[in-house]
């Protein structure tokens, strides 16, 4: 299995609400990724899970938060977002040990989100 | 910071020849390079990728070349085809940072004209 699933594919939320991005991949990598990527530009690292562990965090706003629960899960809770922050929200995930092989990072279909 | 450039956002080309899309990089530090092709609605997948010890690594009608020099690297694709049709993303290791991290170039849009 080399694919990194995302849930929902597509979620509107207005700027009160809760909401939580999935994401799964069975391929027994250790590093899971976070990224957002707007309209025609590149995508936007925000977070890096390394061994379960939070071990980058690009100086995201605290209405992002993301949760590691296993080796095989990534979560992105939501929380009053503002509307600039509708994006696609793609997850990525990479081997554990670093070496040559672990800097290729597989990507999922991405969420769209828009926020109202 | 250093960033990872392109010398065409877009690119037109007919069916059946070949598309050269071009990355200039300002780090000549960067040791390792990777190309990913994102078609409309979906992730980036990965293409092909390149260590700096490397000058020419080839695929499957992919062929990267790196000219660590003048800081440059380019994705050949021949043939091509519309399935082709994407838009297309270089990006280098930040060895100089974390580990992990990939610093992404802006794009190049290719179409494919039948």
């Known amino acids: 299995d080399t694919e990194v699933t995302q849930t929902p594919k597509h979620l509107v939320m207005g700027m009160t609400n809760k909401k939580s991005l999935k994401c799964e991949q069975h391929m027994g990598h250790r590093a899971m990724y976070w990224y957002k990527q707007k309209a025609k530009k590149p995508p936007e690292l925000m977070f890096v899970y390394s061994y379960e562990k939070l071990s980058i965090n690009e100086s995201v706003p605290s209405r992002f938060s993301p949760e590691c629960p296993n080796s095989s899960l990534l979560n992105l809770h939501l929380h009053a977002l503002q509307p600039e922050d509708s994006a696609l929200y793609l997850c990525?995930?990479?081997?554990?040990?670093?070496?040559?092989?672990?800097?290729?990072?597989?990507f999922g279909p991405g969420t769209r989100l828009t926020v109202t | 910071g250093e960033s990872v450039g392109l010398h065409l956002p877009t690119l037109s080309v007919q069916e059946g020849d070949n598309s050269i899309i071009n990355c200039a990089y300002s780090?000549?530090?960067?040791?390792?390079f990777i190309w990913y092709k994102q078609e409309s609605g979906k992730g980036p997948q990965f293409i092909i990728d390149?260590?700096?010890n490397m000058d020419k690594r080839q695929g499957q009608r992919v062929t990267v070349l790196l000219n660590k020099t003048v800081k440059h690297l380019s994705l050949q694709i021949a043939a091509t085809q519309p399935g082709d049709s994407a838009v297309y993303f270089c990006a280098e290791r930040d060895s100089a940072g974390n580990n992990r991290k990939l610093i992404w170039g802006l794009g190049t849009s290719l179409a494919v004209n039948p």
């Open positions: 990525a995930s990479s081997q554990g040990q670093m070496s040559y092989f672990s800097y290729e990072q597989y």
């Open positions: 390149i260590r700096s």
């Open positions: 780090n000549s530090a960067s040791d390792y």
